[in-house]
């Protein structure tokens, strides 16, 4: 599996990739896509919305599951990944690339300091 050294990770295996002081990107893990299979809608109903680190932020449609989606950090949603809308396999086939979620305004830099590195979301995986 592929856990790229430069995202910060979460328990509940979304990555975050900052994007200069207040702006980040939002995915689920190459762990997490594996573990739910073929990912068949990707739904986010809180873009505009200010969310504490923990909250739910959308859902992910899997064949066999439906899973909540936790936001690593506190912060704005901003922006859905508009390509999932007519391709969330994308989530699936680069999840750390095209299959990003959504993009958000960091209100708690503070947030990041909880989050795992690329190792320690390693371990936690197995």
């Known amino acids: 599996m592929n856990f790229p050294a430069?995202?910060?990770?979460?328990?509940?295996?979304?990555?975050?990739?900052?994007?200069?002081?207040?702006?980040?990107?939002?995915?689920?893990t190459d762990f997490a896509q594996r573990e739910l299979g073929d990912i068949v809608y990707v739904e986010v109903e809180t873009?505009?919305?200010?969310?504490?680190?923990?909250?739910v932020f959308g859902t992910v449609e899997a064949v066999k599951t439906v899973s909540d989606?936790?936001?690593?950090i506190s912060g704005t949603v901003e922006e859905l990944n508009p390509a999932l809308a007519n391709a969330p396999?994308?989530?699936?086939s680069d999840p750390y690339g095209e299959g990003w979620?959504?993009?958000?305004?960091?209100s708690k830099t503070a947030d990041i300091e909880a989050l795992m590195d690329a190792k320690a979301y390693e371990q936690m995986v197995g």
């Open 89 to 92: 396999e994308l989530v699936n």
């Open 101 to 106: 979620m959504v993009k958000i305004r960091i």
């Open 69 to 72: 989606l936790y936001l690593p």
């Open 6 to 28: 430069e995202l910060r990770y979460t328990k509940d295996h979304e990555w975050i990739r900052l994007e200069g002081a207040d702006k980040a990107v939002v995915g689920i």
């Open 47 to 55: 873009t505009g919305k200010e969310l504490d680190a923990g909250s």
